[in-house]
């Protein structure tokens, strides 16, 4: 089944310690995004690619970056982790064209833990 | 700027109707989701509506009216699977979504 994954899971790393989250499609979609959900709240958009162009969110911390090889893969690096991100850290992709309904397809999420 | 409005919590009765409403502000307007999100996980795709009217999907139904910038998410035949999270999301004139924070959906006995 064409799917978005994401690795690990469940992450935990101690603060100022840098941690990479993986996503990877097999849907073959141009649009890949990371959202931040804390509980409770909506989804906080981080940054996107459309195809290999990059889009950061004004108000995501530099902090954050992120990495996408290929149409598959999407990488998240935390340089620099802080108590305040702990977080889910959603994976969604999308494939917007003409007549096409443009949902987001997400990943099953990172919940990551800063200790 | 952009605001996404919901209930944050409403509960009802197994076996009945319930009705989530969503109002909206944005620059711009390129149809509206709904997403069921489960306590831990990803959100998924419920409905997108970008005519107005009614929309029906099996149990699910979703309204939208352009001019009043309002939607509802109607849940007919509640079950106890159908406690959730329930996010409205509105794709701007930019294409980004922009998300509500989502409604927490208590279904009792």
């Known amino acids: 089944d064409a799917m978005v994954i994401q690795n690990p899971r469940y992450q935990v790393t101690q603060f100022g310690k840098p941690v990479t989250l993986s996503c990877s499609q097999t849907?073959?979609?141009?649009?890949m995004y990371w959202y931040q959900q804390k509980s409770s709240q909506a989804p906080k958009l981080l940054f996107h690619?459309?195809?290999?162009?990059?889009?950061n969110e004004a108000d995501t911390p530099d902090n954050f970056q992120s990495r996408r090889p290929n149409t598959s893969f999407c990488f998240l690096d935390i340089r620099s982790p802080g108590l305040g991100d702990a977080a889910m850290y959603l994976c969604?992709?999308?494939?917007?064209?003409?007549?096409?309904?443009?949902?987001?397809?997400f990943g099953p999420g990172t919940r990551l833990t800063v200790t | 700027g952009q605001n996404i409005d919901q209930p944050t919590e409403m509960t009802a009765t197994e076996g009945a109707i319930v009705q989530i409403n969503c109002t909206y502000q944005?620059?711009?307007?390129?149809?509206l989701f709904w997403y069921q999100q489960h306590a831990g996980e990803a959100p998924t795709f419920l409905s997108y509506?970008?005519l107005d009217g009614l929309e029906e999907k099996g149990r699910f139904s979703s309204f939208l009216s352009r001019s009043k910038g309002y939607s509802y998410l109607l849940l007919k035949e509640l079950q106890m699977k159908d406690s959730a999270s329930y996010l409205c999301?509105?794709?701007?004139?930019?294409?980004?979504?922009?998300w509500g924070a989502g409604t927490k959906l208590i279904i009792k006995p």
């Open positions: 849907l073959n979609h141009n649009v």
């Open positions: 944005t620059s711009g307007f390129n149809g």
């Open positions: 969604a992709t999308s494939s917007p064209g003409a007549g096409a309904v443009i949902e987001q397809y």
């Open positions: 509506n970008v």
């Open positions: 690619y459309y195809d290999k162009d990059f889009n």
């Open positions: 999301a509105v794709l701007d004139s930019n294409y980004q979504l922009i």
